[in-house]
């Protein structure tokens, strides 16, 4: 049905409020592909506050983990993708709570047990998540492969990438043991509260544009520059995995 709804869709502009709030939201993702914060990576200010400090710090290690989120476009640009075509309320929650269980569990036990998995590896996976996602919404699967893939366990799964990619930064910067388990719960609270005020402002974004004409015209375009962006960020990583 997605593929019958998007397969004439070309353009690139697009009229309305919602309309160009989502394309500035979408350009800023796309040029921060090549910025840290797309590797998860933590701001140099943040990680020195995080090896220096000892002891339970509860409201610091919400901050760190809203603003990490917030400003984390590969998780945004994720989001948005699982998201774009959800009209329900109850099917957004589903998939936002699935996404949220994947990668608070492997940030909490990947942190907690000390699991670290190369982190141009894990970042070019998350890449490759925004490309699955932008694919599946403009009907890929079905006319190439004539299946539906199930798009709850995928978003779990990917959920689970996001969240070894977290916990493996947390990992690289000798986070102290004294009042890690409450430190790590406060970063994950965090982590949901940015995760919510992004998702209120992708929603709003969204809401508007599709009730403009240029809905339908250009969710196959911005899908494609959805799948670009991931692509552009697997390769980064690639790269910088073999010339590190």
């Known amino acids: 049905m997605l593929s019958s709804l998007l397969g004439g869709c070309r353009g690139v502009s697009s009229t309305g409020t919602g309309s160009r709030l989502f394309w500035i939201f979408l350009t ?7 910025s840290d914060a797309l590797a998860h990576a933590v701001a140099q200010g943040d990680k020195g506050y995080i090896q220096e400090i ?12 809203a603003k990490h989120m917030v400003t984390g476009y590969d998780h945004l640009l994720f989001l948005l993708g699982v998201i774009f075509f959800l009209y ?4 957004i929650a589903i998939y936002v709570s699935l996404f949220a269980l994947g ?15 190369n ?28 299946f ?4 709850k366990a995928a978003t779990l799964i990917f959920g689970f990438f996001h969240g ?17 388990i409450p430190n790590l719960l406060a970063f994950n609270v965090g982590v949901e509260i940015g995760q919510l005020i992004a998702l209120a402002m992708i929603l709003i974004a969204i809401s508007f544009w599709r009730k403009t004409d240029g809905f339908f015209r250009h969710a196959y375009t911005a899908n494609v520059a959805m799948m670009s962006a991931g692509f552009l ?10 010339v590190a």
């Open 28 to 34: 800023l993702g796309l040029l921060g592909v090549s």
């Open 54 to 65: 000892t002891g339970i710090n509860l409201i610091a290690f919400i901050y760190l983990g």
């Open 88 to 91: 329900r309320m109850q099917h």
């Open 103 to 117: 990668h608070s569990t492997t940030m909490l036990l990947g942190v907690y047990f000390n699991v670290g998995i």
């Open 119 to 146: 982190s141009y590896i894990i970042d070019a996976i998350i890449g490759l998540s925004i490309v699955y996602k932008a694919l599946d919404n403009i009907g890929a699967y079905q006319r190439w492969f004539g």
């Open 148 to 151: 539906q893939p199930n798009t």
């Open 164 to 180: 070894f990619g977290l916990s493996t930064k947390i990992i690289e910067y000798d986070i102290s043991p004294d009042g890690l």
């Open 233 to 242: 960020l697997f390769g980064y990583q690639l790269t910088g995995y073999f």
